[in-house]
Nanobody, 127 residues
Framework: QVQLVESGGGLVQAGESVRLSCTAS????????MGWFRQAPEKEREFVST????????YYADFVKGRFIISRDNAKNTVYLQLNNLKTEDTAVYFC????????????????????WGQGTQVTVSS
């Protein structure tokens, strides 16, 4: 079993930045890709960004528009999401997720394709 633990959320003002972290742990596991999703109140979960674990290639949702940066530290089994120039509409619970093995895609944008999920971390952006 794989555990994902997120951290770094909190209350920030519009225009500020925050960095989220997510560390994977478990007895034995592999990582093909990791990603970030978010869910705002009364809205469906949506894809934010994903990173291919071996190459470091990244892919973002259109609404990110250069404001967010995903990165990883392979040695620490940790993925990061740097959120810059935050807007009130970025308020949501942010979840990290992990794809343990290749299942046919290079980038994974569909939550159903992920094998493990974290518990989420709240990011609240005030105006």
């Amino acid at each position: 079993q794989v555990q994902l633990v997120e951290s770094g959320g909190g209350l920030v003002q519009a225009g500020e930045s925050v960095r989220l972290s997510c560390t994977a742990s478990g007895r034995t596991f592999s990582i093909y890709a990791m990603g970030w999703f978010r869910q705002a109140p009364e809205k469906e979960r949506e894809f934010v960004s994903t990173i291919n674990w071996s190459s470091g290639s990244t892919y973002y949702a259109d609404f990110v528009k250069g404001r967010f940066i995903i990165s990883r530290d392979n040695a620490k089994n940790t993925v990061y999401l740097q959120l810059n120039n935050l807007k009130t509409e970025d308020t949501a619970v942010y979840f990290c997720a992990l794809v343990a093995y290749y299942t046919g895609n290079y980038y994974y944008t569909n939550g159903a394709e992920y094998h493990y999920w974290g518990q989420g971390t709240q990011v609240t952006v005030s105006s």
